[in-house]
């Protein structure tokens, strides 16, 4: 799996929701065709399922199958588990400092995905 699939995965555990393509692929400022690339790739690989919108049958959507989900949350303990590594040598001020930027960064990412 490379990177942008990777991220895409994560994309859609954070957001613990279906996307379309366009919405995935501003988050990556990449054109819809290359997003279409990767997601086709990750449905082949059965990380996503694709579906179409109850509310208009043109707009295609994606999010994490049960295998899918099951990657994301491997990532997930696995980031948590270096966010603790890197944790244990700071100080509790530098943990606070380091705490609030990166809650920072994750209310703006999840900003970008609305």
Do not use: C, H, W
């Not at 690989?45 to 049960?66: A, C, N, Q």
Request: glycine fraction near 2%; hydrophobic fraction near 40%.
């Amino acid at each position: 799996m490379n990177i942008k699939e990777l991220f895409t995965i994560q994309i859609l555990g954070i957001k613990n929701d279906s996307a379309t393509m366009s919405e995935l692929a501003d988050v990556f400022s990449i054109p819809a065709t290359t997003m279409t690339s990767i997601v086709d790739r990750l449905v082949n690989k059965e990380y996503l399922t694709r579906f179409r919108s109850k509310k208009d049958r043109r707009i295609v959507k994606v999010s994490l199958s049960p295998k899918g989900r099951e990657i994301y949350e491997q990532q997930y303990n696995l980031l948590l588990e270096s966010k603790m590594t890197v944790l244990k040598i700071l100080s509790k001020e530098e943990q606070q400092d380091l705490i609030s930027l990166m809650e920072k960064v994750l209310i703006n990412f999840k900003n970008q995905l609305k």
